[in-house]
Structure formats: C-alpha cells, structure tokens
C-alpha cells in the first residue's frame, strides 16, 4: 500500500489509521469591523475600485466611510457616534385643561358664541321664499 513519505513530517497520519470524529467544531466569532487609527489609518486603508467601506477608529467613537470611484479615487465621510439613553421619566405635558375648566370654556362659548338675527318688520312681509 501506498504511503505519503512525508506525512510524519507534516503530522499527519495515513486515512486509515485516522479516528472517526464525529464532533462539531466550535464556531468561531468572527468580527467584521475594520478598525483604523484615525483618519490617517482609514487614509491608508487599501480599497478596490467601485467599492464602499466602514472603518471604525479604535481610539475615538467616529466611524469613517471610505468609498472609491471608477479610477479607485478614494473619498470619506465621517460620523461620530453618541450614545442614546432612553429617558425613564416621563415627563408629563402641562399643555392640557381641567375637565373643569374644559365645561367652563364651553358654557361660556355657547352663551356668548350665539348670533342673534335681527330682522326689521320689512323683511319679514317682503320674504318671498313662502310664496311658491
């Protein structure tokens, strides 16, 4: 039978001879950002033509988005990150009225909001509207 001559010095050993593993390998945790020292790193930072990148600076919470054109003439963006709290105490808004004070406003309303019509004794007799 045929054997690798250099399979101990590589450290493997004929597939015969291999165990049976059956176990799954654990995963691993891969990261995609790509950090960067500051704008000089993302500068830096290599890229192909009609391409568009995030980079996160290691130092600071900015992040740099680096896009390149059809020649691969780079141009980049920064932002800044800030963390946003979420505000556990509601603040209640004083922009409301009373039920009170609602009733009032409409009392006062219906009472002075009427129009009175005041017709003259010569509209009432010259009202033609009747006469069909």
Same mark, same amino acid.
Request: charged share 20%; net charge negative.
């Given at each position: *039978?045929?054997?690798?001559?250099?399979?101990?010095?590589?450290?493997?050993?004929?597939?015969?001879?291999?165990?049976?593993?059956?176990?799954?390998?654990?995963?691993?945790?891969?990261?995609?950002?790509?950090?960067?020292?500051?704008?000089?790193?993302? =500068?830096?930072?290599? *890229?192909?033509?009609?391409?568009?990148?995030?980079?996160? %600076?290691?130092?600071? %919470?900015?992040?740099?988005?680096?896009?390149?054109?059809?020649?691969?003439?780079?141009?980049?963006?920064?932002?800044?990150?800030?963390?946003?709290?979420?505000?556990?105490?509601?603040?209640?808004?004083?922009?409301?009225?009373?039920?009170?004070?609602?009733? %009032?406003?409409? =009392?006062?309303? *219906?009472?002075?909001?009427?129009?009175?019509?005041?017709?003259?004794?010569?509209?009432?007799?010259?009202?033609?509207?009747? %006469?069909?």
């Amino acid at each position: *039978m045929f054997q690798n001559p250099y399979a101990s010095l590589l450290g493997q050993t004929p597939y015969y001879n291999q165990p049976m593993n059956n176990q799954p390998f654990p995963q691993q945790i891969t990261q995609n950002l790509i950090r960067v020292n500051g704008i000089e790193g993302a =500068k830096a930072y290599q *890229m192909s033509a009609n391409s568009t990148v995030a980079l996160f %600076d290691t130092n600071e %919470d900015i992040m740099y988005v680096k896009t390149t054109d059809g020649a691969g003439f780079p141009s980049i963006r920064t932002f800044s990150f800030t963390e946003v709290r979420e505000d556990t105490t509601a603040t209640q808004n004083t922009d409301y009225i009373s039920r009170q004070e609602f009733e %009032d406003f409409k =009392k006062e309303l *219906m009472n002075n909001g009427k129009q009175s019509i005041s017709r003259t004794k010569s509209n009432l007799t010259t009202d033609k509207s009747t %006469d069909n």
